[in-house]
């Protein structure tokens, strides 16, 4: 291989290299993350001044990353079968973090979780709600609220 080939050889490599590596490198923290949900519909505000938004069996959301822990308004509207509470499991970064019991249907439940320690280099951390139970067509899970980030 003659000087010239090898140096080219060796820059298409290295673009290409930073064509696949910079999208990569951008996608692994990408700043418009805290702005994704899953599972949660549009923001609801009733009585006035109270917003809520629905849940489906599973939902997620995410926090910032120096987040230590949050409060997260939850309420059940409807009771689990036979009367039962309904259950959401709480995860952070795909760890369990708690298991809530929604007693009574009409109450709003507000535990303050904390999050533990960031693992990693993200600047956002994911929030996950497993619901124990869902109603109806649209497969309503439970209602949360605003969460409070300390």
């Known amino acids: ?30 700043p418009w993350a805290g702005r994704v949900t899953s599972g949660l519909g549009q ?6 001044g109270t917003l809520y938004r629905w849940t489906m069996g599973r939902a997620s959301f995410f926090v910032p990353a120096t987040a230590t822990s949050i409060t997260l308004p939850l309420r059940s509207i409807f009771p689990g079968p036979g009367g039962t509470p309904v259950t959401v499991e709480v995860r952070v970064d795909d760890r369990f ?13 507000r535990p303050e979780l904390p999050l533990g320690r960031k ?13 124990s139970r869902v109603v ?4 309503y899970g439970v209602v949360t609220g605003q969460p409070t980030i300390w």
Do not use: C, H, N, Q
């Open 43 to 48: 923001w609801e505000e009733r009585p006035p």
């Open 97 to 109: 973090l708690a298991k809530i019991e929604l007693v009574d249907p009409s109450v709003w439940v």
């Open 119 to 131: 693992r990693g280099y993200r600047s956002f951390r994911r929030i996950d709600l497993r619901v």
């Open 136 to 139: 109806g067509e649209r497969l």
């Open 1 to 30: 291989m003659t000087p010239r080939r090898w140096t080219r050889s060796i820059g298409g490599a290295v673009l290409g290299a930073v064509l696949i590596g910079a999208p990569l490198a951008y996608l692994y923290d990408p």
